[in-house]
């Protein structure tokens, strides 16, 4: 292993101004030698290969190619919920209205992601490690948990539909029960690797299958019922308070989990194709796919199919088998598969991270994939519909109001040298985003349950969970000074380039890119990676401790 030259490590920018006499010469005389290399640790990438860095910073040297990780985001193109959502809506408030909040969407997810995709390519941080800068290390446990059961019920609507697709077409009358196993068993195998070594290949290789396959059913339901333009004029069959077009809108606000999708897959992306990726993989030509394109389709084939039927995500499918027989049970196969892909590997990624963070257990992703297989197979023996409803919309004003967070954080700390501070000695229990997240979600969920269904201020929550979550969180930071733990040294400060330098651990004595490297004060200041620094009550008490002495520079308190 080799060690950088004597003046990168012994340098050490510190701001004497700022750190009491005492504490100076413990400083100076205590700070042990890093051991400082410049290439990968061949141990960390065989171990991240399956683990996707997820309690990591990805560094510079980990990020895949634009095309790879294009592919890998892009399995969420083929949710048949966004067929479905489509045709309720439509069905709601008539077609025109539906095109426009469609639209509408479409710029507005475009112009929110094609931002967090600029700053995730940047820090190269999970939505765990993000959520601890802004809510706190408690907070990053419970982003981490949401994220994951959010994702887990996502996965049971999905293949819900697969299940549901393979009774009617082999077997009408078999036992549903079989059905579910089949579609988790098979379903496991495909996300045991990370998305630079499998799921960018299988996505890549099912997406031509999926455009392809959409596009026969829509020939084959228009050759068999006939092409028409019916479906550019359904009419209304609600009268919400609002505009209908806004009432569009606002219900794909609902959906603002695709925002922690695109933190968690774009901190995989190259710097060089940072704007590609906000522009294609993550910004508006995806939403243009997905929204407009995919919604387009759903309509088509639901109103061709069974003209005036109540939507369902059950009914679009039975109109694609209707539709396009054998053919569309393979579509529906594809699509299920591609965008299962997507849910079970966030779903088993950020449960790691919970376990790890909340719970000290550092198990294997494969085993978190072995668990979510379970709970998505035992929610899928339950009534699940009767109750997922209410979940995912308590969870939707959870996740509206952690996006509404994060851009208000992005908005005010635009010039930060190394970006959002993240590190476990670094940053408090509770951070000011916990107290905005907790605010706006009480709101929120008491809005959504206890509001006169119909009201104004009920069909408008998510604007106004944002709007509160966004105020609340500006107006804390602003009243708050202080809000991360100083310490007394830094090895950011010690090295030239904090991402291609690589230090080693003291605790795993693996070498992790210097972004993400802390001193430990309980082991005479030897350096300790963000993985290894939480959960380890032991370093947090003695960072606090090191903390308590300091007084916090305006550098960070920014």
Same mark, same amino acid.
């Given at each position: 292993m ?34 400082v290399?410049?290439?990968?640790d061949?141990?960390?990438?065989a ?9 990591h ?10 095309w ?13 919920f966004?067929?479905?959502?489509s ?6 408030v008539?077609? /025109? *209205? ?5 639209? =509408? +969407?479409?710029?507005?997810? &475009? !112009?929110?992601?094609?931002? $967090? #995709?600029?700053r995730?390519? /940047? *820090?190269g941080?999970?939505?765990?490690? =993000? +959520?601890?800068?802004?809510? &706190? !290390?408690v907070?990053?446990? $419970? #982003? ?9 019920y ?46 960018d290949?299988l996505?890549g290789?099912?997406?031509p ?19 028409t ?57 995806f939403y243009f ?23 369902s995500?059950?009914g ?25 892909t ?9 449960f ?23 709970c998505?197979?035992?929610l ?18 959870a996740?509206?109001a ?43 969920i ?18 106004l ?5 966004a ?23 010690e ?55 300091m ?8």
């Open positions: 080799t060690i950088a030259p004597g003046p990168v490590l012994g340098r050490c920018c510190l701001d004497a101004r700022f750190i009491p006499y005492r504490a100076k010469r413990t400083v100076m005389s205590e700070l042990s030698r890093l051991n290399t410049y290439a990968d061949p141990r960390v990438l171990e991240q290969s399956a683990e996707d860095y997820s309690r910073v990805v560094p510079l040297s980990a990020r895949t190619n634009r790879s990780l294009t592919m890998a985001s892009w399995s969420v193109l083929s949710a048949m966004y067929l479905y959502i045709v309720a809506v439509t069905q709601s008539g077609s /025109k *209205n539906a095109m426009i909040g469609i639209a =509408l +969407s479409a710029l507005f997810y &475009g !112009g929110i992601n094609y931002v $967090i #995709s600029q995730s390519i /940047k *820090n941080l999970t939505v765990a490690l =993000l +959520s601890r800068g802004i809510f &706190g !290390g907070g990053a446990i $419970i #982003s981490s948990l949401l994220f994951a059961v959010t994702a887990t996502y996965a049971v609507f999905e293949g819900s539909i697969i299940a549901v697709a393979f009774q009617q077409y082999f077997a009408p009358h078999s036992d549903m029960r079989w059905w579910y196993l089949l579609v988790v068993l098979y379903a496991l195998p495909l996300v045991m690797g990370s998305v630079q070594v499998w799921l290949k996505n290789a099912l997406l299958l999926y455009i392809v396959g959409l596009a026969l059913v829509i020939f084959m339901a228009g050759n068999k019922y006939g092409f333009t019916s479906f550019l004029s359904i009419p209304a069959s609600t009268d919400p308070v609002v505009p209908g077009w806004m009432w569009a809108f606002i219900v794909y606000m609902g959906i603002c989990v695709n925002m922690m999708v695109t933190a968690e897959f774009s901190r995989f992306g190259k710097p060089a194709d940072a704007r590609f990726h906000g522009l294609i993989t993550f910004g508006p030509v796919a997905l929204f407009i394109v995919n919604g387009l389709a759903g309509v088509f084939i639901m109103n061709t199919v069974f003209p005036g039927l109540q939507a995500e059950r679009v499918a039975e109109a694609i088998l209707n539709a396009a027989g054998f053919l569309g049970l393979i579509f529906i196969l594809i699509s299920q598969t591609r965008i299962n997507a849910n079970y590997y966030v779903a088993s990624l950020n790691a991270g919970f376990a790890a963070r909340g719970l000290r257990l550092s198990w294997p992703r494969w085993v978190w994939v072995l668990f979510v297989g379970c998505v197979y035992l899928m023996l339950t009534n699940v519909f009767n109750y997922l409803l209410k979940a995912l919309a308590w969870q939707g004003v996740v509206t952690w996006v509404a967070i994060l851009m208000t954080h992005y908005a005010l700390n635009r010039d930060a040298e190394h970006g959002l501070e993240f590190r476990p000695g670094r940053v408090k229990a509770i951070m000011p985003g916990a107290w905005a997240m907790i605010i706006s979600t009480v709101v929120g008491a809005v959504v349950e206890g509001g006169t269904k119909g009201s104004w201020y009920v069909e408008i929550a998510p604007i969970i944002s709007g509160l979550a105020l609340s969180y500006w107006v804390i930071v602003k009243c708050v000074a202080g809000e991360v733990i100083a310490r007394s040294s830094d090895p950011r400060d090295v030239v380039d904090v991402w291609l330098a690589h230090i080693e651990c003291h605790v795993c004595n693996r070498s992790y890119s210097a972004i993400e490297m802390d001193r430990d004060p309980s082991a005479e200041q030897q350096a300790i990676c963000a993985s290894c620094a939480e959960g380890n009550y032991i370093f947090l008490q003695s960072a606090r401790e090191e903390g308590s002495n007084r916090v520079s305006p550098a960070q308190a920014r």
